[in-house]
């Protein structure tokens, strides 16, 4: 007798999705370890909060000029190479900061980390349109999103309780280790899907059936990455993570800081409390993925849901500037997790829109872009903090000027931001992939 019975769907695609939070959480704790460790390191190295503000921003400057390169390579290459290289590369900076004996040399580590970490987000917004289908787009972009949350989240804490347990250059040696094991498990699991051996034809059809285009590892581009930036939308992602950034990395640079000299905690308290906002918001961030992805599939446009979680997300992120007038320790942590929430439900969408415009096979580079612009704010924003500290010994004007970046952001994507759709390259023919024109212009 025959089994007609259709094939239970294998769920290979959901254990890639679990890597890359992983891989997410891991980023973050290796990269906000820094903000914990650094009142530490500053009695060390005699240290004057202008140059902490140069320190927490040396990470920054190669990580976004590194994103195209990042990019193109993902597209072009593979991610499987591109995201155990990345890994990699930033765990062996993070155990290197051990040897670190100055402000020099702790820059030097902190900018080879940036090196690293630059194909994280590339990496894993092309792997989510390779290996997902449309309506699952909301919900992955969470999930490995909100690995970074839960990452800066663990590392408040733990790298406190490492610090106190072991110093802060044992810290960085355990941190690096755990890094360079994850890089082994991906290199170990991770394949196309064609060719993964976890997954059935079900999976497979069910991936492919819901989206709108295959993006092929190592097909032909439609165009080159600068020429994204004569689109409009293009430029309101990019603008838009900007304004995020500036308010999401006070949170992973200076908010240690700010509860220890404003509230006078102790470090071990300090983990704690620090961690609250950011764990609230690793649950918002997720049940916003799955709220989205549900609006979608009941017949929402995707530019209206897309637009409307940024929008509220980004208010609610301007609420950083009522900490000014919050007094107590608890009224502060009040303050700042409606704002890390508020950013939550606009990343659960601004990672999701690299998926939903790329042209055919870029969607790695258009992440990169987005990053790259984004993250010049992670570069600049620890400066003029450390500079605003260091002039009015008070955080109020800075917190203000985060609180502005948030209304400029949601301004941003409520103006700027218009449909939500691929863009369609004149050069490509879409059916095939293969150029149809401008071939002389190479």
């Known amino acids: 007798m025959t089994n007609d019975a259709p094939e239970k769907r294998s769920s290979a695609r959901w254990g890639v999705a679990l890597l890359m939070w992983l891989a997410l959480a891991i980023n973050w704790i290796d990269r906000g370890n820094l903000s914990v460790a650094i009142p530490v390191m500053a009695k060390e190295f005699h240290l ?39 890994v990699g590369v930033w765990s062996l900076a993070t155990a290197a900061t051990a040897l670190a004996r100055g402000a020099a040399s702790l820059i030097g580590m902190r900018g080879l980390l940036g090196v690293g970490e630059s194909g994280v ?35 408040l804490p733990l790298n406190a309780w490492l610090i106190t347990l072991v110093g802060w250059r044992g810290t960085f040696i355990i941190c690096g280790g755990i890094g360079l094991f994850w890089a082994m498990a991906w290199w170990a699991y991770y394949r196309e899907p064609e060719e993964h051996k976890y997954i ?34 293009i430029w309101a992602m990019c603008l838009g993570l900007f304004a995020m950034n500036y308010v999401s990395y006070f949170f992973f640079t200076w908010f240690p800081v700010y509860l220890i ?6 470090m071990m308290k300090m983990g704690l409390v620090a961690a609250v906002p950011i764990i609230i918001a690793m649950f918002v961030e997720l049940a916003s993925g799955w709220f989205a992805d549900r609006l979608y599939t009941k017949g929402w446009p995707i530019t209206k849901v897309r637009k409307t979680l940024l929008v509220i997300g980004e208010v609610l992120g301007a609420s950083i500037a009522i900490a000014v007038f919050a007094h107590t320790v608890v009224w502060a942590i009040v303050v700042m997790t409606i704002c890390k929430s508020g950013q939550a439900i606009a990343s659960s969408q601004v990672w999701a ?12 580079q258009v992440t990169a872009l987005q990053n ?7 570069a600049l924003g620890p400066i003029v903090t450390g500079i605003i500290l260091q002039v009015t010994h008070s955080f109020d004007l800075a917190l203000f000027i985060i609180g502005g970046f948030a209304v400029l952001g949601a301004m941003n994507f409520l103006f700027l931001l218009k449909k939500v759709e691929p863009i369609a390259a004149p050069m490509a023919n879409e059916l095939t992939g293969a150029v149809v024109a401008g071939e002389s212009a190479r």
């Open 200 to 233: 059935n034809a079900a999976e497979l059809k069910h991936i492919r059936s819901g989206q709108v285009r295959h993006h092929g590892l190592g097909a032909k581009q439609p165009m080159k990455w600068y020429q994204l930036l004569k689109y409009r939308n």
């Open 261 to 266: 000299k404003v509230h006078h905690m102790p």
């Open 372 to 378: 790259m612009v984004g993250n010049v704010a992670g």
């Open 121 to 155: 987000f590339p990496c894993a917004a092309g792997v989510t349109a390779r290996w997902f289908p449309d309506r699952e787009r909301s919900r992955v972009s969470a999930i490995y999103d909100s690995g970074s949350k839960l990452g800066s989240a663990i590392a």
């Open 48 to 86: 004057s909060p202008a140059i902490m503000g140069v320190m927490l921003s040396a990470f920054f400057w190669p990580y976004f000029l590194l994103q195209i390169p990042a990019g193109w390579f993902a597209d072009r290459i593979g991610h499987r190479v591109m995201f155990a290289l990345s």
């Open 353 to 364: 829109l690299p998926g939903d415009v790329a042209p055919t096979n870029m969607a790695s």
